[in-house]
């Protein structure tokens, strides 16, 4: 496929990119082509095709890219981006195109074209050209078209077909590039369409070269030298699930010993609360702001282990409020507790059921 290219060629040189030598050549409708280095369906192009008759003598003449059949209604608008390219394979099948190809061959001239390469939702351009910056000769076919005010457009059309070795990864189609002047003689020689149709293969020499280009040349506004400028591609590393967890296995490795070692002595919850519920009073935090004091002392052991419990309130058969029981992964340390728990908890009067400060900072 072929949307887009660069010529800035004067209408004098393309005759002799296309391999025509003579001194003076016809050209029709110069006025009409203004060079670009961003060139897209709509615009006019020189192109270098024969008169019709005895004579037949080649000339270049200023044609708009994108072709409008003569068999087109003068009342309709049309269409440049519709036919800007024509694929080879089956244009003997196709009637706007089948009818063209034994007198209306034509050769179209330019320094090079753009094509995209597709990445995921993003389009990279990259410029095709020679490597010794010859302009390219690309296989097209015209025809001419009466608009509803008597004006004759003439257009053409770009042949494609399958994309060369050397350009596989970047697309599947590309234009027909003659690289001798042998085959651009016979495609604008009188030879029946048999004969011409083979030489519509795809281009496999060594001398083409490409480079990506500034994606702001996707606008058809944006044109100047910056278009074929090569830039650098900036590759963004993305962080993968894969790569995160390989990167954590990594630190683990290199942790140093000394910190495996702390981190496996820690202390065991259940065992250490054990330990607080059956030490001696004597052993008492200083708490002097609790009045419940043992209480205390397993709420900070539940601090000290980092482990969320769960306080509740127990009455007594008198409605006194026993102190705070604790749960640890389902087990109850009621029995732990039993033995010096009959501490009631006076309510403050005139609020019944009123949460303890203990129960309140355990369900934190």
């Known amino acids: 496929m072929c949307g887009r ?16 030598n003579a001194s003076s050549i016809p050209v029709i409708q110069s006025e009409r082509y203004h060079p670009s280095y961003n060139v897209s369906p709509g615009t006019y192009l020189p192109v270098v095709r024969k008169e019709r008759g005895a004579n037949s003598e080649p000339v270049v003449h200023s044609m708009k890219w994108g072709l409008i059949p003569s068999f087109t209604k003068k009342t309709e608008k049309p269409d440049h981006f ?3 390219n024509a694929r080879s394979e089956s244009a003997c099948e196709k009637a706007s195109f089948r009818r063209l190809i034994p007198n209306n061959r034509c050769l ?18 990259y410029y095709i050209h020679f490597n010794d910056h ?21 257009t053409f059309t770009i042949l494609t077909t399958r994309c060369s070795s050397a350009l596989e990864w970047l697309h599947d189609r590309m234009p027909v590039i003659f690289g001798d002047d042998d085959s651009k003689n016979a495609w604008l020689s009188s030879l029946p369409s048999t004969k011409v149709v083979g030489m519509l293969q795809p281009y496999e020499g060594t001398d083409l070269a490409w480079y990506p280009v500034t994606p702001m040349m996707g606008k058809p506004s944006f044109n100047g030298p910056e278009c074929i400028k090569e830039i650098q591609l900036k590759h963004e590393q993305s962080a993968t699930i894969s790569s995160f967890f390989s990167k954590r296995e990594l630190e683990r490795k290199i942790t140093p010993e000394s910190q495996k070692k702390s981190s496996s002595k820690s202390p065991n919850c259940e065992d250490f609360v054990k330990e607080i519920a059956s030490t001696d009073n004597s052993e008492s935090f200083n708490t002097p702001d609790h ?18 419990r769960v306080f509740e309130q127990l009455d007594d058969s008198d409605g006194n409020v026993l102190k705070g029981v604790a749960y640890h992964n389902s087990l109850s340390i009621m029995d732990i507790a039993s033995d010096k728990s009959q501490l009631p908890v006076k309510r403050k009067s005139g609020v019944p059921n009123q949460q303890t400060l203990l129960s309140y900072f355990g369900r934190c």
């Open 5 to 20: 290219c660069c010529c800035t060629l004067n209408p004098e040189d393309v005759p002799r990119a296309c391999g025509i």
């Open 82 to 84: 519709k036919m800007f």
């Open 108 to 125: 179209m001239a330019a320094e090079g074209f753009y094509e995209w390469k597709k990445d995921g939702h993003k389009k990279q351009p």
């Open 134 to 154: 010859r302009p390219l000769v690309f296989a097209a076919l015209y025809d001419s078209w009466t608009n509803a005010e008597g004006e004759v457009i003439h």
């Open 291 to 308: 009045d419940d004091s043992e209480a205390f002392e397993i709420t900070q052991a539940v601090k000290k282990c980092g482990t969320k």
